[in-house]
C-alpha cells in the first residue's frame, strides 16, 4: 500500500522542481531586461531621466 504514496510524492516533487525552474526562468529573463535598460539608459541619458522620473513618481 506504500507504493501509491511514493508515487504521489514523487508527482508533488516534479511539480515543486518544474514551479522552481520557471521561477528561476522568469529571474533571469528579468535580469535580462533589467541589464538591457541599464545598457539603453547609458546611452540614452534622457531616457535614463525620463525613467527614473518614473520611477519616482511610483515611490511617490
Known sequence: MWFPKWNLKLANLRKAS???????FCGIVLC????????????????????QNHKNQHLV
Open 18 to 24: 518544474d514551479i522552481v525552474s520557471k521561477l528561476s
Open 32 to 51: 535580462y531586461l533589467e541589464s538591457v535598460v541599464s545598457v539603453a539608459a547609458s546611452r540614452y541619458p534622457q531616457t535614463n531621466k525620463k525613467l
